[in-house]
């Protein structure tokens, strides 16, 4: 059901290049559809992001926005196990994120300099949150509640109405539980663009963030600059690395995990075993026969799925950092030890007993990550990621007419004369 290859310092990396390829030609494909829809709702406002809608999504949407009552409502409408553990969740990804909090600190020298930083959480912030197949509500909470947490003043969701026109009720219940203060049913490009520009109803945020399809994804690249946007994410990707103690049953259920988002999603395990490299394709096969999404599996499996033989867990951790995947499952003896090794990955399960789910729904770390390679340079969605910081200082005359000769010389030679002026005058 997967392939299974040897590392060779050439067959490895040659998968590494194709997988961190994957569906940049959609988004070209797509670009000139999407800068049209962007258009139109900057023109038409409302009136565009309802016409996508109907044509798109629903022809009668129940509501434009969604009554205040209606998401409340939405709470007590969902079985209470659902609400109970969402509530559960909810508070552990809370904890986490209060963690991360940053606060403003002025420091005051004797001669009087005082300088420092301001940090405040951004003013308004839209929340996407797809529907389609699989309606990601857990996208709410990872969103909505570390802007909450940083201070956002008004958080703003979209989402697209269900076929029947209603809101999805989890999604509303996860807007409850998380603070959301405005929930409007639209979807796709048009509610970036909405989102990024403002309507006549829906106001203009200062940061967009939430997944979505390639349209999505495309409309965040294209508003970028007019507002701030969590990530350009690519398609979702596992990487596993296991030994000889590790359960071939678990391998391939965590595999399979990342395999039925989509058919351009990759999992891909590295082991030292040949042994339990093949165990772990008798299980794929054999589980995936029992799971909705088998087709969906089965596709991201035969095209960008991969068992990986290596002759270490050295060389695997080699492989990791390069391919810098969104998830890491270290499904080996002893993973705390190799914690401080794994330089470039968007969040690190350690263990048997961790597996990527978790992480998803339920532990508290975010699971808004990086993708295609670019947790290398970037981090998952944070606290940092919602609030803005300044910097100030203040000098005395005094202790600015000690060091005005630096100041002066450095602009000279740049030739920045009016800088070097700016600094001269107050002492003529």
Same mark, same amino acid.
């Given at each position: 059901?997967?392939?299974? &290859?040897?590392?060779?310092?050439?067959?490895?990396? $040659?998968?590494?290049? =194709?997988?961190?390829?994957?569906?940049?030609?959609?988004? =070209?494909?797509?670009?000139?559809?999407?800068?049209?829809?962007?258009?139109?709702?900057?023109?038409?406002?409302? $009136?565009?992001?309802?016409?996508?809608?109907?044509?798109?999504?629903?022809?009668?949407?129940?509501?434009?926005?969604?009554?205040?009552?209606?998401?409340?409502?939405?709470?007590?409408?969902?079985?209470?196990?659902?609400?109970?553990?969402?509530?559960?969740?909810?508070?552990?990804i809370r904890t986490y994120h209060e963690k991360q909090k940053q606060n403003s600190w002025m420091e005051t020298k004797e001669n009087g300099i005082m300088m420092g930083q301001r940090v405040r959480g951004m003013t308004r912030v839209g929340v996407y949150v797809p529907g389609g197949t699989a309606p990601l509500f857990s996208s709410v909470l990872m969103n909505a509640i570390p802007a909450r947490v940083a201070g956002v003043k008004e958080i703003i969701m979209l989402t697209p109405p269900m076929k029947n026109g209603k809101p999805n009720q989890y999604i509303l219940a996860s807007a409850a539980v998380a603070g959301v203060d405005r929930v409007f049913l639209a979807g796709g490009a048009q509610a970036i663009a909405a989102l990024a520009y403002g309507t006549q109803q829906i106001p203009q945020v200062d940061k967009i963030v939430g997944p979505g399809n390639v349209y999505v994804a495309t409309a965040k690249r294209m508003v970028f600059g007019t507002v701030d946007i969590d990530m350009i994410a690519g398609p979702s990707e596992i990487m596993i690395v296991a030994d000889e103690t590790a359960d071939p049953a678990f391998l391939a259920a965590d595999m399979m995990s990342q395999a039925e988002h989509d058919v351009l999603a990759s999992s891909v395990l590295l082991t030292t075993s040949e042994q339990l490299a093949k165990d772990t394709d008798v299980q794929l096969y054999a589980q995936s026969r029992e799971l909705d999404r088998r087709d969906f599996i089965a596709k991201s499996l035969e095209d960008y799925g991969a068992v990986i033989l290596v002759d270490s867990i050295d060389q695997a951790i080699e492989l990791a950092n390069e391919l810098a995947p969104e998830h890491l499952e270290l499904c080996i003896e002893n993973p705390v030890s190799y914690i401080g090794r794994v330089d470039n990955a968007g969040s690190v399960f350690l263990g048997n007993y961790s597996p990527e789910p978790l992480g998803d729904y339920f532990a508290g770390p975010n699971h808004v990550l990086p993708t295609n390679g670019t947790a290398r340079f970037s981090s998952p969605l944070s606290v940092d990621s919602f609030v803005k910081k300044s910097s100030f200082l203040y000098y005395?005359?005094? $202790?600015?007419?000690?060091?005005?000769?630096?100041? &002066? =010389?450095?602009?000279?030679? $740049?030739?920045?004369?009016a800088h070097a002026n700016s600094v001269a005058v107050r002492f003529r």
């Open positions: 059901m997967v392939n299974i &290859i040897r590392a060779d310092g050439k067959a490895e990396y $040659e998968l590494i290049k =194709r997988l961190k390829e994957r569906g940049v030609s959609d988004s =070209r494909k797509v670009g000139d559809i999407v800068a049209a829809i962007i258009d139109n709702v900057r023109n038409e406002g409302d $009136e565009a992001v309802q016409r996508y809608t109907a044509a798109f999504d629903c022809p009668n949407a129940e509501y434009y926005e969604v009554p205040r009552e209606v998401i409340e409502k939405a709470l007590s409408e969902c079985e209470p196990e659902f609400v109970s553990s969402l509530t559960k969740a909810a508070e552990n005395p005359q005094a $202790e600015l007419e000690k060091i005005k000769d630096d100041v &002066i =010389r450095l602009a000279d030679a $740049e030739s920045l004369t």
